[in-house]
């Protein structure tokens, strides 16, 4: 009994594999490859040419680098999006990219801090990223570089018992706000109101970040870790053209889901995506992606 049940497992375990090979298999262009380190690279994305997606000035192509250190010879695989911005994963659907992207910090000995990061066609996730300030005498600035919208924060903390006890991020030493959406390219731009002399000892430096929701968690002893963090992850919206689905769907040799799928409009309000009808599963952007449950 207990060798059939788990005879019954082995199999079923077996099937699953297979069916996940089949699935994973799938997500390419013939031909082409399906990873970079480790990150998978399903279509409409590609890493080299005829592997990816492409209309007009928009194209889904990412390039997949090694650079190797001079100092311990260690060599690093990373898949860059745009403007050297690091890819971590990839979702089909809802169609996210996670990115990584540099905390800003300003300390005592330097006037002001200024950063900035382009997402080209894409967005910064409004419903998956806060925008978040950390610090004892700093202010900052969240702008949205193609619009108006600009947010700031002020943060003050009088002593370092007042911060230590701040219960999560809330308006002491740490607050987080939230943005409009079909934000593409923004910068952030940080000072202090005193030079952090009253809290100099305990609060040297302030920083500033967008990151998706989750990824940080404000307490006093993160407060002295993010001294060393240098990136966050952020979840940017794709969305294939700019075009609504009416309209993606007039031009034939530009509509970019295949046989047994259909279209949806973008969170961001911008652009369209392809998911698989109900009843069939696999990668909608591929001529032959969507499949029907076998039997
Ligand atoms: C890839 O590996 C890095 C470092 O080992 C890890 O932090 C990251 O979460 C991994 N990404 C995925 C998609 O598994
Ligand atoms: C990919 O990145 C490498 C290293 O930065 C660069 O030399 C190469 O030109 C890039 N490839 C493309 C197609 O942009
Ligand atoms: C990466 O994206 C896939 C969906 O494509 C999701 O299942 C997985 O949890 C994500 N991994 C991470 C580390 O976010
Ligand atoms: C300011 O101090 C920090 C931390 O001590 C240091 O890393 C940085 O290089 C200094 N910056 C300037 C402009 O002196
Ligand atoms: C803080 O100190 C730095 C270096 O001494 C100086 O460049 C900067 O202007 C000062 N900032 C303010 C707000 O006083
Ligand atoms: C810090 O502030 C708290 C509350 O305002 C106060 O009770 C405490 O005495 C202050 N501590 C110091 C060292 O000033
Ligand atoms: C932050 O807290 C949430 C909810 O408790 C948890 O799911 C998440 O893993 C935490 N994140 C970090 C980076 O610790
Ligand atoms: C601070 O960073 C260390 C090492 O990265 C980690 O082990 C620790 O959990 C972090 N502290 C907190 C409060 O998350
Ligand atoms: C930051 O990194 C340095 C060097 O790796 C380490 O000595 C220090 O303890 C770290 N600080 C924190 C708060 O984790
Ligand atoms: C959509 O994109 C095309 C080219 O990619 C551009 O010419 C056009 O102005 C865009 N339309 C809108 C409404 O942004």
């Known amino acids: 009994m207990g060798f059939l049940n788990s005879l019954h497992l082995k199999l079923a375990l077996l099937v699953t594999t297979a069916a996940t090979l089949a ?17 998978s690279v399903p279509y409409p ?13 928009l194209n889904f192509f990412l390039n997949c680098t090694t650079t190797t250190s001079p100092s311990s010879g260690e060599a690093t695989t990373q898949l860059i999006y745009g403007d050297n911005i690091p890819v971590l994963n990839i979702s089909l659907d809802p169609p996210e990219l996670t990115v990584s992207a540099d905390v800003s910090y300003h300390c005592y000995n330097s006037s002001y801090s200024y950063n900035w990061m382009k997402v080209g066609k894409f967005s910064i996730s409004n419903t998956e990223n806060r925008f978040t300030v950390v610090g004892c005498d700093t202010y900052a600035y969240f702008r949205d570089l193609s619009s108006t919208f600009r947010t700031g924060s002020m943060l003050t903390c009088s002593n370092e018992t007042k911060f230590k006890e ?3 991020c809330s308006g002491v ?4 706000t939230s943005f409009p959406q079909a934000i593409t390219n923004y910068d952030i731009t940080l000072r202090s109101f005193e030079n952090y002399s009253d809290v100099r000892d305990f609060n040297p430096c302030g920083y500033a970040f967008i990151a998706k929701e989750g990824s940080f968690n404000f307490s006093y002893r993160e407060l002295l870790n ?23 769907q007039k031009d034939k040799r530009s509509y970019a889901c295949k046989q047994n799928s259909r279209c949806k409009e973008s969170v961001s309000g911008i652009g369209y995506y392809c998911v698989c009808e109900d009843g069939f599963r696999g990668n909608p952007y591929l001529d032959t992606g969507c499949k029907g449950k076998p039997q």
């Open 166 to 168: 701040a219960g999560g």
């Open 23 to 39: 699935a994973a298999e799938a997500q390419t262009k013939p031909g082409c490859n399906n990873k970079c380190g480790n990150v």
């Open 173 to 176: 030493g740490c607050c987080q």
């Open 45 to 57: 994305f590609g890493t080299s040419e005829n592997c990816y997606y492409r209309d007009e000035d």
């Open 226 to 248: 993010l001294s060393n963090r240098t990136q966050f992850p952020v979840v940017v919206d794709w969305s294939v053209s700019n075009q609504t689905c009416p309209e993606a």
